[in-house]
């Protein structure tokens, strides 16, 4: 089985940002264990005290709010932290990510949450899809895990809806349940998965890739199209990777 966690970046009622993010990795489950090692490891190389009490978190690590991340003064020191976090993914085999970045404005009326939350459920399955496709003989499900929030019930509302009825791509067949919903502060996972939703609304939100562009390679891709990276109410010419990608496979 392949357990996707998510966490989200963002907020939707902020007029002031323009973007939602979904973002979230896709773990093998033989490499769960490997990966929550890599990363404590990590955390414990921070010398900031015992790992299990410090939580990754993107804001507060950027900006030096909440918890230890106050004690740290200097902002580049707190940037190499989250970069040297992230790099505990982009090493790892097993991992594939996935995010959604949705333009708020562009889409409106429609909900961004659930515009979000179906395209990555879509790109998440098809993923699975492909991989049974390619191994007749193996079975491969997924699972979605997302941190605990304000969004919970209208998403496993919307996960059950697209169980019985199907989202505007289908059935997504290939996922086993509706997500389950976990504390952050408890999950190592979730909590790269809050990293990965970080890096990825500050590139699409204020253009800065320094933590993004890393992870590029790692999004789900196949025969050179992006697929694990999705963007939408973006400009016409929009030039990030995901769109690039599927503009330069239509012109092929």
């Excluded at 973007?19 to 033989?30: A, K, N, P, Q, T």
């Excluded at 085999?93 to 708020?104: G, Q, T």
């Excluded at 990555?120 to 997302?146: A, D, Q, T, W, Y």
């Excluded at 979730?190 to 390679?217: C, M, W």
């Amino acid at each position: 089985m392949h357990i996707l966690y998510v966490d989200d970046s963002g907020d939707v009622g902020n007029p002031v940002e323009t973007h939602f993010v979904l973002g979230g990795i896709s773990v093998f489950e033989r490499g769960i264990f490997h990966q929550i090692t890599a990363a404590d490891r990590c955390v414990e190389a921070f010398q900031l005290g015992p790992a299990s009490d410090i939580e990754l978190h993107g804001s507060p690590m950027y900006n030096g709010r909440d918890g230890v991340w106050k004690s740290i003064r200097n902002r580049p020191q707190r940037e190499q932290m989250i970069s040297s976090a992230l790099a505990t993914i982009t090493s790892a085999a097993s991992v594939r990510m996935f995010a959604v970045a949705i333009d708020k404005a562009a889409v409106s009326p429609e909900d961004p949450i659930k515009l979000a939350f179906e395209e990555l459920c879509n790109r998440f399955n098809l993923f699975l899809e492909r991989i049974n496709n390619r191994n007749p003989k193996e079975s491969h499900r997924g699972l979605i895990v997302m941190d605990e929030s304000r969004h919970e019930r209208p998403l496993q509302a919307l996960a059950r809806h697209f169980r019985i009825n199907g989202g505007r791509w289908g059935h997504f067949r290939y996922l086993a349940e509706v997500p389950f919903f976990v504390d952050s502060k408890a999950s190592r996972l979730i909590q790269l998965a809050d990293l990965v939703a970080f890096a990825t609304f500050r590139k699409y939100e204020y253009s800065d890739g320094r933590f993004f562009d890393p992870l590029i390679p790692r999004f789900d891709s196949d025969g050179g199209i992006i697929h694990g990276l999705v963007h939408r109410g973006g400009p016409k010419e929009c030039f990030c990777p995901a769109c690039h990608s599927r503009r330069a496979f239509a012109r092929a």
